[in-house]
């Protein structure tokens, strides 16, 4: 099983629309989680880190859900400039070494049209 | 600041041919990282830095090498290229943890497009 997983999409919702994405991960002793945005041929540039209690960045919330072992992005009243692919981010068991890298999933794209 | 810089931002090689990214970050960041992204595989990371003068293994350090002589630079080698070695490859960057296993925010390169022939 791969440490995290994403739906690759592409997603293809209208303006305005809500639009949620899943990330699931498979390390149960995970303590960081990240949604990143990357626009295409750019670098992954970070979105908003997800605590446990959730948390909401204007028209993005996150969740975590440990029991189930997934984390969550919510968008409200998409706009065309959400067009991105959206990388989930969950730290790693630790490697050889006992360092615990950060572990990416492979990215859900999203396509919003007028 | 200019954050994480990286040079070149394209290069074609020949099989058999060497090269070195450079990676340069102005923020006194502890952690370096290189990735290479490749389509439906997502970030793999290449190999990572801790510190000046520390490199260890990522998940796919095999046919690259890493240096970091300096705490703000952290070069990827290609010995001898590959068409596997075909890819986009990013440096990143981080505070070290506040404590284990919670990360800080990683900064990102605008990356490297490597095609090898």
């Known amino acids: 099983r791969k440490e995290v997983e994403q739906d690759p999409g592409p997603f293809n919702v209208p303006e305005g629309a809500t639009v949620a994405f899943n990330c699931t991960y498979s390390?149960?002793?995970?303590?960081?989680f990240f949604w990143y945005r990357q626009d295409c041929r750019k670098e992954p540039k970070l979105l908003m880190s997800?605590?446990?209690s959730g948390n909401e960045d204007g028209r993005f919330t996150a969740q975590l859900n440990r029991a189930s072992q997934y984390i969550s992005l919510l968008i409200r009243d998409s706009k065309l400039s959400d067009s991105a692919t959206y990388l989930c981010?969950?730290?790693?068991?630790?490697?050889?070494?006992?360092?615990?890298?950060?572990?990416f999933g492979t990215g859900t794209r999203l396509l919003v049209s007028p | 600041n200019a954050g994480v810089t990286q040079t070149p931002k394209f290069r074609v090689l020949k099989t058999g041919q060497s090269m070195t990214l450079l990676c340069a970050q102005d923020?006194?960041?502890?952690?370096m990282y290189w990735y290479r992204q490749d389509p439906g595989m997502g970030l793999r990371l290449i190999h990572y830095?801790?510190?000046?003068?520390?490199?260890a293994k990522g998940e796919v350090p095999d046919g690259y090498n890493v240096s970091r002589l300096k705490k703000q630079n952290f070069l990827l080698g290609l010995e001898s290229a590959a068409p596997s070695q075909t890819s986009v490859y990013f440096c990143a960057s981080t505070h070290k943890y506040r404590t284990s296993g919670v990360y800080n925010e990683q900064f990102f390169g605008p990356g490297t497009r490597l095609t090898v022939l």
């Open positions: 830095s801790v510190g000046e003068g520390t490199t």
């Open positions: 390390n149960s002793a995970s303590q960081s």
């Open positions: 923020m006194n960041h502890e952690y």
């Open positions: 997800v605590y446990s």
């Open positions: 981010a969950v730290n790693g068991r630790p490697m050889n070494t006992g360092f615990q890298k950060l572990v």
